[in-house]
T-cell receptor
Framework: DTEVTQTPKHLVMGMTNKKSLKCEQHMGHRAMYWYKQKAKKPPELMFV???????INESVPSRFSPECPNSSLLNLHLHALQPEDSALYLCASSKGLAGWDEQYFGPGTRLTVT | QKEVEQNSGPLSVPEGAIASLNCTYSDRGSQSFFWYRQYSGKSPELIMSIYSNGDKEDGRFTAQLNKASQYVSLLIRDSQPSDSATYLC???????????FGTGTRLQVTL
């Protein structure tokens, strides 16, 4: 069973809406990630947080705004999205940022932008 | 461009057979290798990690790594219909915590 939880499971939003995706991990991990996955494609890294600080930003458009309130919570704020942003948004966590640290994914939020 | 390549499949194997999934990577400096299973509409689930040359076994799964050939594989013994999924190979190519994923191989286990 995954110990990374994500809410909501599904989200439909218009292009002018503001919404947030939430992620929580219960494994005491210190690194958390946001990925985006389109149908039949592999996950694409968006952001990495380590010890609540942004570590990697993969040049994601500013309409996606991450926030890490503490080491177990990670949010993704969404504003003025485009239909092409519709995808499965995955949160993951790992013990740390070492290359050998295993990443565990949450169940994802299926986002549809209308 | 650091790449990870997988045959997209589908790879079809009969129930009870061995499924062999392959992955090649381009960055010789890669140190950590992971296999994820992803059912349709679900999130990736980590099933194996491997860091040293050779074989690593976990139940019905065996990961094999050959760094000289830049090749990592996953064997699934006694394949079951419930193993039908897409298997993603992921490689840490040196940048801390950044994984490069292959496009995945779809496995179909037939009755």
């Amino acid at each position: 069973d995954t110990e990374v939880t994500q809410t909501p499971k599904h989200l439909v939003m218009g292009m002018t809406n503001k919404k947030s995706l939430k992620c929580e991990q219960h494994m005491g991990h210190r690194a958390m990630y946001w990925y985006k996955q389109k149908a039949k494609k592999p996950p694409e890294l968006m952001f990495v947080y380590s010890y609540e600080k942004l570590s990697i930003n993969e040049s994601v458009p500013s309409r996606f705004s991450p926030e890490c309130p503490n080491s177990s919570l990670l949010n993704l704020h969404l504003h003025a999205l485009q239909p092409e942003d519709s995808a499965l948004y995955l949160c993951a966590s790992s013990k740390g940022l070492a290359g050998w640290d295993e990443q565990y994914f949450g169940p994802g939020t299926r986002l549809t932008v209308t | 461009q650091k790449e990870v390549e997988q045959n997209s499949g589908p790879l079809s194997v009969p129930e009870g057979a061995i499924a062999s999934l392959n992955c090649t990577y381009s960055d010789r400096g890669s140190q950590s290798f992971f296999w994820y299973r992803q059912y349709s509409g679900k999130s990736p689930e980590l099933i194996m990690s491997i860091y040293s040359n050779g074989d690593k076994e976990d139940g019905r799964f065996t990961a094999q790594l050959n760094k000289a050939s830049q090749y990592v594989s996953l064997l699934i013994r006694d394949s079951q219909p419930s193993d039908s999924a897409t298997y993603l190979c992921a490689v840490n190519t040196g940048t801390a915590s950044k994984l490069t994923f292959g496009t995945g191989t779809r496995l179909q286990v037939t009755l």
